[in-house]
């Protein structure tokens, strides 16, 4: 059974900086690229970045900059952190898993994504 599983959510105020981390499990986790989505209230749950299986990065346009995607293929983990949290950065954050044969194929469509967390939340308030 595949589990994904975020943590480091939590309140923070602008300006801060926040790691989230999204452990896999029942999975061979170097043959998936793995994305982070999130949502904010009252919206949609949109693209945030991903990570390929050869460890390239892709953000979505309002991330660029503040937004730094890793992972750690012998833990099973892959990591968020974002810079400069704005009121605007409050969502519960997702991490999903797609399965890939190319090591730098990647997608921004959460419809490619099979498996995911139960999300983390993220307030930014001062």
């Known amino acids: 059974q595949v589990r994904l599983v975020e943590s480091g959510g939590g309140l923070v105020q602008p300006g801060d900086s926040l790691s989230l981390s999204c452990v896999a499990s029942?999975?061979?986790?170097?043959?998936?690229?793995m994305a982070w989505f999130r949502q904010a209230p009252g919206k949609e749950r949109t693209f945030v970045g991903v990570?390929?299986?050869?460890?390239?990065?892709y953000f979505a346009n309002y991330a660029k900059g503040r937004f730094t995607i890793s992972r750690d293929n012998a833990k099973n983990t892959v990591q968020l952190r974002i810079d400069w949290l704005q009121t605007k950065d409050r969502a519960v954050y997702y991490c999903a898993a797609a399965e890939r044969t190319s090591v730098q194929t990647m997608s921004s469509d959460r419809r490619d994504y099979a498996y995911w967390g139960q999300g983390t939340q993220v307030t930014v308030s001062s």
């Open positions: 990570i390929s299986r050869g460890n390239r990065a």
């Open positions: 029942g999975l061979t986790f170097s043959n998936y690229a």
